[in-house]
T-cell receptor, first 115, second 112 residues
Framework: DTGVSQNPRHKITKRGQNVTFRCDPI?????LYWYRQTLGQGPEFLTY????????KSRLLSDRFSAERPKGSFSTLEIQRTEQGDSAMYLC?????????????FGQGTRLTVV | GQQVMQIPQYQHVQEGEDFTTYCNSS?????IQWYKQRPGGHPVFLIQ?????EVKKQKRLTFQFGEAKKNSSLHITATQTTDVGTYFC????????????FGTGTLLAVQP
């Protein structure tokens, strides 16, 4: 399968714990995005990488959130000291830089539940 | 900031009926993309519209971009149970970033 892969698919954690999610984008895609989606809402942009550079972070991304894409391939999103309000689906998407079509390919997401 | 509203929030139709969802923005959109998200699934790209007044068709789906580029619509003719899901419009925004600003979505339920 050459689509966007995210792990784990589900994560249940206790409040205050740290969690880390991984995203493997489509291999030739140099753009990588993280979004957060809560029930009944559309995905909200969190952060954007172009290759290994993190070029934009949303105001939604508090200091407890950090994302990396060290070699311009896979990316990780870490949430420290989780809170119940962090419970959501975390979606990763990738796309190709250049051209007129900006279609984004989404992974299956990681559903986080903070108890 | 930008806000893209969609109406209706929810639509329940009988199989075979038509369905339309509307996307409205307070500002001019540079483009509009449509995504479908099945229950429990992830957003899947359907189409991108860029030009004022553009109309594109995919089988039973017809997409329109308004003349003023402030609204868009998705029309499904003769719905099928496989059309069930939430339909989102989104603008690829931010110049070099091209992050997606999603609308509020329309959940479509189709009764067989």
């Amino acid at each position: 399968d050459t689509g966007v892969s995210q792990n784990p698919r589900h994560k249940i954690t206790k409040r205050g714990q740290n969690v880390t999610f991984r995203c493997d984008p489509i291999s030739e895609h140099n753009r990588l995005y993280w979004y957060r989606q809560t029930l009944g809402q559309g995905p909200e942009f969190l952060t954007y990488f172009q290759n290994e550079a993190q070029l934009e972070k949303s105001r939604l991304l508090s200091d407890r959130f950090s994302a990396e894409r060290p070699k311009g391939s896979f990316s990780t999103l870490e949430i420290q000291r989780t809170e119940q309000g962090d419970s959501a689906m975390y979606l990763c998407a990738s796309s190709q830089l250049g051209g007129t079509n900006t279609e984004a390919f989404f992974g299956q997401g990681t559903r986080l539940t903070v108890v | 900031g930008q806000q893209v509203m969609q109406i209706p929030q929810y639509q329940h139709v009988q199989e075979g009926e038509d369905f339309t969802t509307y996307c409205n923005s307070s500002t001019t959109l540079s483009n509009i993309q449509w995504y479908k998200q099945r229950p429990g699934g992830h957003p899947v790209f359907l189409i991108q519209l860029v030009k004022s007044g553009e109309v594109k068709k995919q089988k039973r789906l017809t997409f329109q971009f308004g003349e003023a580029k402030k609204n868009s619509s998705l029309h499904i003719t003769a719905t099928q149970t496989t059309d069930v899901g939430t339909y989102f419009c989104a603008e690829a925004y931010g110049g070099a970033t091209n992050k997606l600003i999603f609308g509020t979505g329309t959940l479509l339920a189709v009764q067989p």
